[in-house]
């Protein structure tokens, strides 16, 4: 492009100087007054001013696209003393150093994305004093609306909220933070001033700006043409794929050194690009759809279960929603006693290990490690596995649920969302988690930050996370009284990494095991406060359950942790370690005042969160809706389930290689080539069922799939069945006289023929 600029610059010198040529023969006559008086006026026109060059351009275009990428950053560069703990700031410099620094070179990425773009606009307007302050403007407005986001809610813009500015547009006013019509007020006079230099650098420029200036018109168009096309190509192909594992753009953007931190879309964005992060939600894989996918196929599928359910249900004499049903994801949660290579030098969590030996409890096969709360968080809510997702899928809670039209989770079983109450002591961003709670049908969700923060909010020693004691006492003052039954959700913080040495005259003190490899200085110090961190939840836990056994009314818990922290650094390094790097301690416990205290199920050693609302049910001796009659039917097949795991913190990277992991009621490995037929049956009904609520038609939405039997359900039809039957004993009584009559009457004239032939 710079040498046609060169050329053009040339051709438009030999045109002018032709054109002089001309007017000087032209004006020969003229007399020598009028001749110096134009030449004067010309020369005084032309003072100040200079034909650009093709070069110049190109540089200004450069700077003006790291000015845009610089905008975008600042957008999301603000920080919170409570998110920097996990989520350090990252400035704009911080952003541009890491190239040197880390070997990262996002800035880069995310500099000839953006450009890409300015160039689109460049070549719509063909000029360079039009499109630049137009492309900033842009770039100025989204990261104006990017920090407003940031600081009202930190969280940054995502692909759905564009769905929201559809259809919401007149109630944005309503989220702007105080003091948001300052940042507006001088971002409106930094951009005026700027168009106001450019309409100035406008008139000294010569050239006008224009890019193509061609005598023959089509050609100059063919080439911006060209220049827009090419650029809205690539853009898009990338944006479609840069989610995808082994897509182009994926392999592009790990090689440039993207890094997703999808736990946190703020410090994702400062640390791999705004326009980067947000490219990233737009178009996730979320699954290959099964084969023979069809809507006569989850009819088959619907009626199957259907049949299960009412089998299930013959024996079960209970409901789910009889229950307040609470679920405590502890956060970190494990016995680090179970870890292999390392001694303790006292038991952490006695209380627990007593209550799992008299109820329901056993081991969680998790997915993540140090890392990936809320996708078991999503499993255990939804019934749904991640091992049925692909690879690409990271972070449904990010890239999947704010886009779903259905999603239906276990707490709408209680009905009305009054009844449905999350409790999480930390920033209600984190996982996109204020949003999906709502479209899960959670009425409230206390957290930190917003309306509805959470009433206790205490820390111990110098640990900057809000205690399991607070989050447990925040929702003991929640649950009702009366025969009004609730779903609690409640997510802890208080032994979330990193593990500094918090607490005072800790006690607690490790080392390896006799034979095995030394542990390091900052691992002992980690694990030392991880050990005391469980003891404290071990005795916070039995003192809430205790709490809950004074309620006179019934109440479940199913406690569990997420996953293991990631600070086994010397047990990490042994691939052996693995399965056991991966299995969290849970238990499902019942008041006394519920039917179902002092119940042990048997075949509960080995679980994944998916299962747990059929767990739940199991446990409570309630009745199932077809869904969770199908993951009942599954869990005697397979125990638990998960995608393919390994020893070190994945961050957001799911692993492509390897086969799903299942184990059996023993926590064996299972070989999914040898499955019988029944069980390869159920895996494929999976999968048929997670498509169609995920990515597939929602078939099954509307056959009561998903809905689960309920005292005052069965009551409403035993009632409507008691009235329908009561209408036709009526109607037949009604008809009986008539029918007696005629057949009376036919008896009678059959009787006096008869005795007259007599």
């Not at 049956?681 to 929602?698: C, M």
């Amino acid at each position: 492009m710079l040498s046609f600029l060169k050329r053009r610059k040339t051709r438009d010198n030999d045109v002018s100087g032709q054109s002089a040529q001309e007017d000087h023969s032209k004006d020969a006559g003229a007399g020598s007054t009028s001749e110096g008086s134009a030449q004067r006026a010309e020369a005084g026109t032309a003072i100040g001013k200079s034909h650009f060059s093709g070069w110049t351009y190109a540089v200004l275009f450069l700077v003006f696209d790291i000015v845009g990428v610089g905008l975008l950053q600042w957008g999301v560069t603000i920080s919170s003393s409570r998110v920097a703990l996990s989520s350090p700031l990252i400035g704009f410099w911080g952003f541009i150093s890491s190239m040197w620094t880390e070997w990262r070179f996002v800035f880069i990425l995310n500099l000839i994305a953006l450009g890409l773009i300015y160039l689109m606009i460049l070549m719509l307007c063909n000029r360079f004093w039009v499109a630049s302050p137009l492309f900033l403007v842009i770039c100025a407005a989204v990261a104006v609306a990017e920090h407003l986001k940031a600081v009202s809610r930190y969280e940054a813009i995502m692909p759905s909220d564009l769905n929201f500015l559809q259809s919401n547009t007149g109630n944005i006013v309503s989220f702007l933070p105080s003091g948001s019509q300052w940042t507006i007020v001088w971002a409106v006079v930094a951009l005026a001033l700027l168009v106001a230099l450019c309409v100035f650098i406008n008139r000294m420029d010569l050239r006008r700006g224009r890019i193509f200036v061609s005598a023959d018109k089509r050609i100059g168009a063919i080439c911006r043409v060209l220049f827009i096309l090419i650029p809205a190509m690539a853009l898009t192909l990338f944006a479609q794929s840069v989610s995808t594992v082994g897509t182009w753009s994926y392999n592009v953007s790990k090689t440039m050194g993207d890094v997703p931190s999808m736990w946190d879309s703020v410090y994702d964005a400062q640390r791999n690009g705004t326009l980067l992060a947000f490219m990233r939600q737009l178009n996730p894989k979320v699954m290959d759809e099964p084969s023979g996918y069809s809507e006569a196929t989850m009819k088959k599928v619907a009626k199957r279960y259907k049949q299960e359910a009412e089998e299930i249900n013959a024996t079960r004499s209970s409901y789910l929603n009889d229950n307040t049903v609470i679920y405590v994801l502890s956060e970190s949660f494990s016995d680090p006693t179970r870890v292999p290579g390392i001694s303790i030098n006292k038991d952490p969590m006695p209380n627990i290990r007593s209550i799992k030996s008299s109820t329901t409890s056993g081991l969680m096969l998790s997915s993540g490690y140090g890392g990936g709360t809320a996708n078991l968080e999503f499993q255990q809510i939804t019934g749904l596995s991640m091992a049925n997702f692909d690879a690409s899928l990271t972070s449904p809670y990010q890239q999947l649920v704010p886009s779903l039209s259905w999603t239906p989770t276990i707490n709408q079983i209680w009905g009305s969302s009054k009844n449905s109450l999350a409790f999480h002591p930390y920033e209600s961003s984190m996982y996109s988690r204020a949003g999906n709670y709502k479209k899960f049908g959670f009425s409230h969700f206390y957290t930190l930050d917003g309306d509805e923060q959470i009433q206790y909010q205490n820390k111990i020693d110098q640990s900057p996370y809000v205690s399991d004691e607070s989050a447990y006492n925040s929702a003991l003052g929640k649950i009702t009284s009366g025969d009004t039954t609730q779903f609690l959700q409640i997510i802890t913080m208080q032994n979330h990494m990193p593990y500094n040495n918090w607490y005072n005259n800790n006690e607690f003190k490790v080392t390896a095991s006799t034979g095995a490899t030394q542990l390091g200085s900052d691992e002992t110090m980690s694990i030392d406060t991880y050990a005391k961190g469980v003891s404290i939840t071990d005795t916070a836990t039995k003192s809430f359950l205790a709490s809950l056994n004074k309620i006179d009314k019934p109440i479940t818990v199913v406690f569990y942790g997420d996953h293991l922290p990631g600070i086994y650094t010397t047990a990490g390094a042994d691939a052996n370690n693995s399965l056991a790097l991966h299995e969290t301690d849970y238990f499902i416990w019942s008041n006394s005042a519920s039917s179902s205290s002092k119940t042990k199920l048997a075949d509960s050693n080995f679980t994944s969160p998916n299962y747990f609302m059929a767990q739940t049910a199991e446990h409570m001796d309630a009745k199932v809706s077809p869904y969770l009659a199908f993951l009942t039917t599954l869990r005697t097949k397979i125990a638990a389930i998960e995608p393919p795991v390994v020893n070190q913190i994945q961050g957001w990277d799911r692993i492509p290689e390897g086969q799903t992991i299942y184990l059996d009621n023993s926590g064996n490995p299972m070989d999914a080539t040898k499955f019988d037929a029944e069980t390869k049956q159920l895996v494929k009904d999976y999968q048929l069922i997670q498509y169609d609520i995920t990515a597939g038609n929602h078939y099954l939405e509307g056959t009561g799939f998903m809905t689960a039997p309920s005292k005052a359900s069965e009551e409403k039809a035993a009632k409507e069945a008691a009235e329908k039957a009561a209408d036709a004993k009526k109607a037949s009584e009604e008809a009986s006289p008539s029918q007696s009559s005629e057949s009376s009457s036919s008896g009678e004239s059959g009787d006096s023929q008869t005795t007259g032939g007599e």
